[in-house]
């Protein structure tokens, strides 16, 4: 018997417009993968090592009032190491001393963190919730020390859900390292 789409993977908006657009069962098919099905809450085999092998990545943050924020994230590959299928963590390096990401993940501790390998036209869509490591001595032990060295600060996101984003109209192209 098919499972139904529902709060374990979609919000009652999402189920709504997958309703009135009529692509439920396209929405089906994409997290009803073969070896974890429906298992959107940790990463699928082969996510650690694309994720681990992505040079930049995109976060959405927003604050308390729900104003977002998208931001690019880069410094190359192993940027983000993968502790385990549930959770992973991150460097925030200094930038133009501005705070938007993260002001918003002091006062609104989700996440959405997208990876995007255009070569391979692939995507990897994770949100969570993060919490904000700024002990030298805890960010030396979560991430690469190459990375942990120049962080302000160490991102780590529990995973709440996690799944191939759609690359329909993801053009391949050649990307620049």
Same mark, same amino acid.
């Not at 036209?121 to 993060?130: A, S, Y």
């Given at each position: 018997m098919d499972k139904p789409l529902n709060s374990e993977n979609f919000s009652t908006g999402q189920v709504a417009a997958q309703a009135r657009y009529q692509t439920t069962q396209m929405a089906k098919s994409l997290i009803d993968y073969p070896n974890n099905p429906n298992d959107t809450t940790r990463l699928w085999p082969g996510f650690k090592e694309f994720i681990e092998a992505c040079p930049y990545f995109f976060i959405s943050t927003s604050n308390a009032a729900g104003q977002c924020n998208c931001n690019f994230r880069g410094g190359g590959r192993g940027i983000v190491t993968v502790i385990d299928? &549930? =959770?992973? +963590?991150?460097?925030?390096? +200094?930038?133009n001393g501005l705070l938007h990401s993260t002001g918003d993940m002091i006062e609104n501790s989700h996440i959405g963190i997208l990876f995007i390998n255009f070569r391979h036209?692939?995507?990897? &869509?994770?949100?969570? =919730?993060?919490e904000i490591i700024d002990s030298q001595e805890q960010m030396a032990l979560l991430i690469d020390p190459q990375h942990a060295r120049h962080a302000q600060r160490i991102i780590k996101v529990t995973i709440e859900y996690a799944v191939l984003n759609c690359a329909r109209f993801l053009n391949a192209m050649e990307e620049e390292l």
């Open positions: 299928d &549930k =959770t992973l +963590a991150f460097p925030d390096y +200094a930038g036209q692939q995507r990897i &869509k994770v949100n969570g =919730t993060l």
